[in-house]
């Protein structure tokens, strides 16, 4: 996510006529603040749940561009953030009261057991990946524990545009998990840079409303 907000995309308030799945709980929300629509993505999923849970996987910074502040912020979420980068781990400093931070490399850090001590749920409603490089993002999913723990929803970042090599080894991955890939190839203006999901065990409908391809990431939750 790069810093300051830059290339980042916005919901607004009348988004919400145009959303194809309308959570009553998104009637009045005006803004958020991911790079690309991942926290509306999150909310259409769950239904715009009060109290939900998360993993985030490369916090960057607290707030701007952040996948998760608007869930804790407006609909009270709680989980725990990774992120390794000094300076913006410490932004992060007494920002973030439903969120815990780990200052830590993403590879190593025990997930299961965070869960436990956080008393977060096995099954959390949101998992957010994103890394730098992409490469590094492969290798840290092929570790997580996706046998262990599931999630509602998954939002993936693999900068396909960088053209870095195994760009689409986590589709297996997810798949091999019970995750139906509704986002393909999704861009933010000329970067193809995610790819989102949705576990098997979340209603079809709302798996099919979704269904988008090659386009810009509001377009996969917005009927325009």
Not at 36 to 59: P, S, Y
Request: charge should be negative; charged fraction near 25%.
């Amino acid at each position: 996510m790069p810093l300051h907000g830059s290339n980042q995309t916005n919901y607004i308030k009348k988004d919400y006529q145009f959303l194809k799945v309308k959570p009553e709980g998104m009637a009045g929300l005006k803004k958020n603040y991911s790079q690309v629509w991942q926290d509306i993505f999150a909310l259409v999923v769950n239904d715009a749940k009060k109290d939900g849970t998360f993993i985030e996987i490369g916090g960057a910074q607290p707030f701007v561009g952040n996948n998760t502040w608007l869930l804790e912020k407006e609909y009270n979420w709680r989980g725990f953030s990774v992120e390794l980068d000094e300076e913006l781990c410490l932004m992060w400093q007494g920002e973030r009261h439903n969120t815990h931070l780990f200052f830590d490399d993403a590879g190593v850090v025990d997930y299961v057991a965070a869960c436990e001590k956080f008393g977060l749920p096995k099954h959390l409603d949101y998992l957010s990946f994103d890394l730098e490089p992409p490469a590094v993002t492969l290798e840290v999913l092929k570790k997580f524990p996706l046998d262990e723990l599931s999630f509602n929803c998954v939002t993936y970042e693999h900068d396909a545009y960088r053209q870095w090599g195994d760009i689409f080894g986590h589709r297996k991955i997810f798949e091999k998990h019970g995750y139906d890939r509704v986002g393909t190839n999704i861009k933010n203006g000329v970067c193809t840079m995610e790819e989102w999901y949705i576990h098997e065990s979340v209603d079809q409908s709302i798996r099919d409303a979704l269904r988008s391809e090659n386009c810009d990431a509001y377009e996969v939750v917005l009927d325009l």
